[in-house]
């Protein structure tokens, strides 16, 4: 089988759109599925098998992610959807447009993960307009794209809910991303902290996530206020980078914890960020729009346990108690238990024990098999009708 994903996002711009598109194209190969990808070019990108670029500008106010042409992009999704089975749609943006008129021209299946909660997103970015009235446009502009596709995949069971609430009536498929396992699970702690200047025996919380306003990490600063009362050095690392770091450097200034926090840029993905996990006692995380917290999974592989809050996906992955703790909401109570966690051994050997199991469950293999079996009740549910329009 051969399916053609389309995306106005892909490596180098690194997100979990980013991530879940090439954890997918790796594994599905495994499982007889060929990735073909349609994605913008950001700067001189090598040429890849099975992968067209197409050109695009930075956008403006977020020059690392790139608005492709409409024509450009709609004539590659077309050339390269002659050949292929079933178009899957990763974005809602030109890429949604095109995939669905290559799909619909050509008779093919098409279906779309809805990765992100845009309605909890754009007050950060257009914050003079009405929160309500663009929430409602939100919902409305989410529920005319899903309903006009075969199926609509979900990474969570809350935003599940969430879509039907809209009005989406398009079946509706929880499968979320796997992870690699092994690639987070051989770091090297010691030499990561050697680098970056952290004492060896220091307490170290750890964030890793784009840098952006809707990730809530102004929460985890003000959490560390009331965390260092009960162990005081903490520090917290923050690994990536985004729109929101003047405003988070402002606020360390403001809340005095200059010595108590580190931000530390983008990490490279296969040799920096295992080392940055292994090097961490507890990953922190206080989003609470996250469609499904991969990079939670990713610490627990790493055996690193997690504090964060239980919001949206996040669920999903909290509610079993498994290498994990399900934080109270506001940042007093969270940083206390972030305090108590670190300065309590056998908490934090039993978390780090119980993280990597759990984490295997939501394997990157496992979750690839999920999705190729959907895209082939997808093909096999739309043959009867392709072979009637044959026939006429």
């Known amino acids: 089988m051969r399916v053609l994903m389309v995306s106005d996002v892909y490596f180098p711009r690194v997100n979990g759109v980013s991530t879940s598109i ?9 499982c007889g599925v060929e990735v073909r990808l349609v994605v913008p070019r950001y700067a001189g990108e090598p040429d ?45 943006f030109v890429a949604h447009y095109a995939g669905l008129s290559a799909a619909r021209r050509q008779a093919l299946p098409v ?32 529920r005319r794209q899903c309903n006009a596709l075969d199926a609509v995949i979900v990474p969570s069971t809350a ?55 809707e990730k809530n990490i102004g929460f985890l600063l003000e959490a560390m206020l009331h965390a260092r009362r009960l162990c005081p050095e903490v520090l917290l690392v923050v ?18 914890l200059h010595s108590a926090v580190h931000f530390i840029g983008y990490l490279d993905r296969s040799r920096e960020l295992p080392d940055c996990y292994a090097a961490a006692d ?22 690193l346990p997690v504090i964060a809050l239980a919001e949206m996906g996040t669920v999903d992955i909290l509610a079993p108690g498994r290498g994990a703790i399900a ?30 199991h759990y984490a295997a469950e939501w394997s990157d293999s496992a979750m690839a098999a999920r999705l190729a079996a959907l895209y082939g009740s997808l093909g096999q549910r739309r043959q009867p009708a392709l072979t009637a329009v044959a026939s006429l």
């Open 327 to 356: 934080a109270p909401g506001d940042s007093k109570a969270f940083g206390e238990v972030l305090g108590e966690f670190l300065n309590s051994p056998s908490a934090w050997r039993r978390l780090r024990d119980e993280a990597p």
């Open 22 to 30: 090439e954890t997918f194209r790796r594994t599905l190969a495994d």
């Open 239 to 256: 690994a990536g980078e985004g729109p929101a770091m003047p405003a988070l450097k402002e606020q360390v200034g403001r809340l005095g």
């Open 48 to 92: 890849e098998p099975g992968v067209v670029r197409v050109a695009g500008r930075p956008l403006p106010g977020d020059p690392e992610d790139r608005l492709v042409g409409w024509r450009a992009m709609h004539r590659a999704v077309a050339e390269a959807a002659r050949d292929c089975d079933l178009i899957h749609i990763q974005t809602p």
């Open 111 to 142: 279906v779309a993960t809805y990765h992100t909660l845009f309605e909890e997103y754009l007050q950060h970015y257009a914050p003079f307009l009405p929160a309500a009235w663009l929430q409602r446009q939100a919902r409305a502009f989410s």
């Open 159 to 213: 935003m599940r809910a969430r879509l039907a609430d809209y009005g989406v009536t398009a079946p509706l498929h929880v499968l979320p991303t796997g992870i690699p396992l092994s690639r987070f699970a051989a770091g090297e702690g010691s030499a990561f902290r050697y680098r970056h200047g952290i004492p060896a025996r220091r307490p170290v919380a750890l964030f890793v996530g784009r840098v952006a306003h």
């Open 282 to 303: 507890v990953f922190v995380f206080a989003s609470r729009t996250e469609t499904q917290g991969l990079v939670l999974l990713e610490a627990m592989a790493a055996g």
